[in-house]
């Protein structure tokens, strides 16, 4: 599926649709874009931004021989309350036989991904990364992600909705921090992305800002292409140090 997001190749979808469960979901990107897709008649989409699964793009993985890094379900949540245990098992099977790709999955269901793989032998091909929107809903998640053992453990901080504070970094290797797109969009202090960053750099963490969104450091609301991606001047767009030595994205 064609895509804009830049700390990945292309995006793999093996289900569709998902429900809002926190003040990160408020303004779903992916809702309002599967609408478009459901007037279009695409496969997957036929309810909506109703979950559901796609069979038929389950094994696209299998089809691409070069070495690519894929975002798993940028259109949906892999650990979705609704997705079959049976399939998620499929996924993982897609997963294990591409050993040559790297599969970026990223959730704001944190117990159900623990419940799930702290119970398995996780794919050394699989970099996992929560959402941390803000401190009641997104600090409690990283607290499951760091006691899993995957190659990479990342935080999606995006949409920044407050001062996130002190963090716990522990254990975390990438650290991507953007604002929200959008008409409704809220407001990003740049305080709060300078104090995620400096955490970063004391923590030796890669880091990543993604974009300003519809609100610039100014406080101004504009398109979000005139805001632009630099923070204090400079654009910070940091990969671990695995990415660097397997792929081209830098």
């Keep these: 599926m064609a895509h804009k997001i830049e700390w990945t190749e292309q995006t793999w979808n093996p289900s569709a649709g998902c429900s809002k469960i926190s003040s990160g979901c408020k303004n779903c990107y992916a809702e309002a874009m599967a609408l478009r897709l459901q007037a279009m008649n695409t496969e997957g989409y036929e309810n909506g931004f109703k979950f559901n699964t796609v069979p038929s793009r389950l094994n696209d993985p299998l089809k691409r021989k070069k070495p690519t890094v894929y975002f798993v ?7 979705h309350e609704d ?3 049976e399939y998620l098992d499929k996924i993982l099977g897609v997963i294990r036989n591409t050993p040559q790709h790297t599969y970026q999955i990223l959730t704001k269901r944190a117990d159900r991904m623990y419940n799930y793989l ?10 996992l990364g929560v959402t941390v929107e803000n401190v009641k809903d997104g600090l409690p998640r990283i607290e499951k992600l760091r006691n899993l053992n995957a190659t990479v453990l990342f935080l999606s901080v995006e949409p920044l909705l407050e001062d996130l504070g ?5 254990n975390i290797d990438w650290v991507i921090v953007g604002g929200e797109s959008g008409n409704r969009a809220r407001p990003m202090d740049e305080k709060w992305v300078l104090n995620i960053k400096q955490q970063c750099e004391i923590n030796d963490i890669a880091f990543f800002f993604k974009q300003w969104g519809a609100w610039g450091a100014d406080k101004v609301k504009r398109n979000k292409k005139e805001n632009g991606k630099s923070l204090n001047g400079k654009i910070w767009q940091q990969y671990p140090e695995i990415i660097e030595q397997q792929y081209i994205l830098v």
């Design 73 to 79: 379900n940028s259109m949906s949540d892999i650990f």
């Design 83 to 85: 997705m079959p245990h």
């Design 118 to 127: 702290s119970k398995k032998d996780i794919p050394k091909n699989i970099w």
């Design 166 to 170: 002190e963090i716990n970094l522990t």
